[in-house]
């Protein structure tokens, strides 16, 4: 069991030998209100939230500005927002974020979420209105994706996929419609999600033709390659504070890890410790 610190220290180290890269985001934005709780709300309480901070999040955000905190990094991310206060409000904060935008602007509004933590670390999340995706017919610079490293996608449409497949590698979660892909007609590098939510479970087998890897997550439990078997979790000697984006920030560090063509073993390492590290504190950036 490692401390914070040294966790932080290990990472710097390995982060130094890591070549510059150019990185993608291909996916979507949810403004989040988060709140501290002692307990997540049963049906008749009224329960209290001991502190309050909204960011723009989501999958695609977080692995976006996750990769982007690495200064060596060139992060674009391609996106949707609506037409807005809350969609401006993400664009600012974001690029403030150090994340490139390449922005499809909707007449629709920005998707909204609240995510709930109690003081166990545990998330409960609620998404409202429908989740504004990039699409291959979108204004977008999609044929800059040929000269990038690697791409990761969270939404998408077939179009946008295929272009994103110029890259050298391309990864994905399975909360992608897998029609898309099945669609698009192209193989990816890994499918990395969680092996205990069930609706990504339920989608592992749906993408066509299968990826090479597929990654499913289980938490402290560490989770599972295949081909490949199992693999660890990182565990620090702190309390979790806020497990809100851990998976997103695995999938970052994993993306991360083969851009550089590292091994997979040693890229999943890479995302277990930014998984670990992204726990110990409130919200999904610090």
């Not at 966790?7 to 710097?12: S, V």
């Not at 003081?119 to 017919?137: N, Q």
Request: one cysteine or more; charged letters at 25%; a positive charge.
């Amino acid at each position: 069991m490692s401390s914070k610190r040294e966790m932080k220290k290990i990472l710097a180290e390995e982060l130094d030998l890591m070549p510059s890269l150019k990185l993608a985001v291909i996916g979507h934005v949810e403004w989040v209100t988060f709140l501290d709780v002692d307990n997540i709300p049963k049906p008749g309480i009224i329960s209290h939230a001991n502190r309050q901070l909204e960011e723009p999040a989501g999958g695609g955000a977080l692995v976006a500005v996750k990769m982007a905190s690495i200064k060596k990094n060139e992060v674009h991310f391609f996106t949707s927002l609506g037409k807005d206060n809350l969609g401006e409000k993400s664009f600012a904060r974001l690029n403030e974020l150090g994340v490139k935008l390449n922005v499809a602007w909707r007449d629709l509004p920005t998707r909204k979420g609240i995510s709930l933590v109690d003081s166990h670390g545990d998330r409960a999340i609620t998404v409202i209105g429908e989740r504004l995706e990039p699409k291959g017919s979108d204004s977008l610079p999609w044929n800059t994706l040929k000269t990038f490293d690697a791409v990761f996608i969270t939404a998408g449409d077939s179009k946008a996929i295929t272009y994103a497949r110029e890259a050298k590698k391309v990864l994905a979660t399975p909360r992608v419609d897998p029609q898309e892909f099945i669609a698009s007609g192209i193989e990816i590098d890994a499918l990395i999600g969680s092996g205990l939510d069930p609706y990504e479970i339920k989608r592992f087998d749906q993408f066509l033709p299968k990826p090479k890897i597929v990654i499913k997550t289980e938490g402290k439990k560490g989770g599972e390659i295949i081909p490949g078997g199992r693999f660890n979790s990182v565990k620090l000697n702190v309390p979790i504070k806020d497990s809100y984006g851990c998976g997103d920030c695995f999938a970052a560090g994993v993306t991360t890890g083969y851009a550089a063509n590292w091994s997979l073993n040693r890229s999943i390492h890479l995302g277990t410790e930014w998984g670990a590290i992204n726990s110990t504190f409130f919200g999904p950036y610090k």
